[in-house]
């Protein structure tokens, strides 16, 4: 702007001395000592919030939201820093308040699906200390999947997104007790003992406690059922697209135990889209 010009806007707007002051030399006390220390102050104190953050996340384990959506292994984490909050009685309860509600209200992304046993001493925001849109889950007593159980999974993965699938049985499970101890059962629990009479043989003749042998058992055998899972989720987890693993939760003390069997020997993760190496010195 020329000087002519701004002369003119100054007088038509009637304050020359504001003009003036914005177009030679900044405010005085913008750059006097005093604006200095409250600036060293407003700064110090700046640093020592950052500071703070990062000890509060490191004590209580946070880990970012959106990196646990992106990547599952990150999304794992997240949870067993959670659940480690929940045993320590450190729980943060986060995103329940009424913003995290509206938030979430056109659009979720949870960073995890648990397919968990209906049983009400199991509750997965609490002892995962997670909050509004961050778990899809489906729960059916011993977490007996049928067709609805496999297509909510699979919207959760085609359709959200979500790339950790967390198969979680728990400590004194009715619904693995009635398999082992009582197969005779009224009406449509049969279909519950049916889906885990299975593990409940397999495991009879292990050495240890044999109702925990069995949830293990059942949650390796749900574990295998959705790598399995033909059209979609076999292909996710082949390709690395999707993490599905198996967790047992402990109700004498609010832990979760994710079973080293499916940890191990996992695909490498690759988001959905990219190509391999492989597949890249093919397509050229
Ligand atoms: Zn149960």
Partial sequence: MSLLRL?????????????????????????????????????????????????FAREHYVIDRDSAYIDPRVGLRKLMGGNRR????????PRQDRAALLNVEKKQRPFAVIVG????????????????GDLFIVRTAGQVMAEASYGSIEFATVALGTKLVVVMGHQSCGAVDAAVNRP??????????????????????QPGDRLDNAIRENVLEQVAELRD?????????????????GAVYRLHDGHVEFLPETLKNLPAFRPAGTASAAEQAIKH
Avoid: W
């Avoid at 046993?117 to 909050?131: A, K, M």
């Fill in 7 to 55: 002369f003119i806007l100054c007088a038509l707007l009637g304050s020359l001395s504001l003009c003036a002051s914005a177009q030679t030399s900044p405010n005085p006390q913008a750059t006097g000592p005093a604006a200095k220390i409250k600036t060293k102050v407003k700064s110090k104190a700046k640093a020592a919030s950052y500071a703070d953050s990062v000890k």
């Fill in 86 to 93: 929940f045993v320590e009685n450190k729980s943060i309860r």
């Fill in 117 to 132: 046993c209906s049983d009400s001493r199991v509750p997965n925001e609490i002892l995962f200390d997670q909050g509004v």
């Fill in 184 to 205: 005779e059962v009224p009406g449509h629990i049969v279909a519950l003992i049916n889906g885990i009479k299975h593990a409940a043989a397999v495991s009879k003749d």
């Fill in 229 to 245: 899972l033909d059209p979609i989720l076999s292909k996710k987890f082949k390709n690395g697209e999707i993490m599905i693993v």
